[in-house]
Nanobody, 126 residues
Framework: QVQLIESGGGLVQAGDSLRLSCAVSGRTFSSYAMGWFRQAPGKEREFVAGISWAGGRTHYDDSVQDRFIITRDNAKKTLYLQMNSLKREDTAVYYC???????????????????WGQGTQVTVSS
């Protein structure tokens, strides 16, 4: 059984930083591309960042480019999202997800992912 467990969310002020973690079990973590998505109240879930299976390639939504950094530690089977210079519009539930097939590049579309975490709330106040 594949499980993804996010942590690290919370309430912060605009301009602060947070680091989200996603611990993965039940799948050979090092063989799969991973991604972060988010869903704000009243909005559709959207792509935030993705990382290839080997970690050498990353991709970000324009709204977080140069502020967020996605990384992975294959030894710890953990995905991270370092979020800097947070803005009110970053307020959302953040989800990590694993791509359906092994050894792929990062993926942007939700339907390329088959397992999701339960989400962690990030709230940014002004």
């Amino acid at each position: 059984q594949v499980q993804l467990i996010e942590s690290g969310g919370g309430l912060v002020q605009a301009g602060d930083s947070l680091r989200l973690s996603c611990a993965v079990s039940g799948r050979t973590f090092s063989s799969y591309a991973m991604g972060w998505f988010r869903q704000a109240p009243g909005k559709e879930r959207e792509f935030v960042a993705g990382i290839s299976w080997a970690g050498g390639r990353t991709h970000y939504d324009d709204s977080v480019q140069d502020r967020f950094i996605i990384t992975r530690d294959n030894a710890k089977k953990t995905l991270y999202l370092q979020m800097n210079s947070l803005k009110r519009e970053d307020t959302a539930v953040y989800y990590c997800a694993v791509v359906s097939w092994p050894r792929s590049d990062y993926q942007v579309e939700e339907n390329e992912y088959d397992y999701w975490g339960q989400g962690t709330q990030v709230t940014v106040s002004s």
